[in-house]
């Protein structure tokens, strides 16, 4: 297991427990089920409590972004809010110009630690 400490706006400091390693097969993808039983299986909670503490999570770092700030967990990466300038496009049934108009898009940027368990 890993410990890595968390910093959101208005946050003092946390102290979470990465739930690592979680035994999946390279290049294969996990779910939030899939997520959930592992959550349970590495911290021996039940089924029920995992999906709250994964929801718990997922709540958080939405209403964080959702209000501007960011969410970093040191060594896992940053999630952060993102301007997207507006700009022109192109429809492409009629290749007629349009407009689309500015807006905020998540982002995420891989820690160290993260980078490195994935090389």
């Known amino acids: 297991m890993q410990t890595f400490d968390v910093f959101a706006s208005g946050v003092t400091g946390m102290r979470v427990t ?22 349970a299986g590495s911290a ?23 209000q501007g700030g960011s969410v970093s967990l040191v060594g896992f990466g940053t999630f952060s809010v993102k301007a997207r300038a507006a700009r022109m496009g192109r429809n492409p049934r009629t290749g007629e110009a349009i407009h689309i108009k500015a807006s905020n898009v998540p982002g995420f940027k891989a820690g160290k630690g993260l980078k490195e368990a994935v090389n």
């Open 18 to 39: 990465a739930l690592l390693p979680i035994s999946i097969f390279k290049g294969e993808s996990m779910n939030k089920g899939e997520l959930v039983d592992a959550v």
């Open 44 to 66: 021996g909670l039940s089924r029920a409590d995992a999906t709250k503490a994964v929801d718990g999570v997922i709540e958080a770092v939405t209403r964080t972004l959702s």
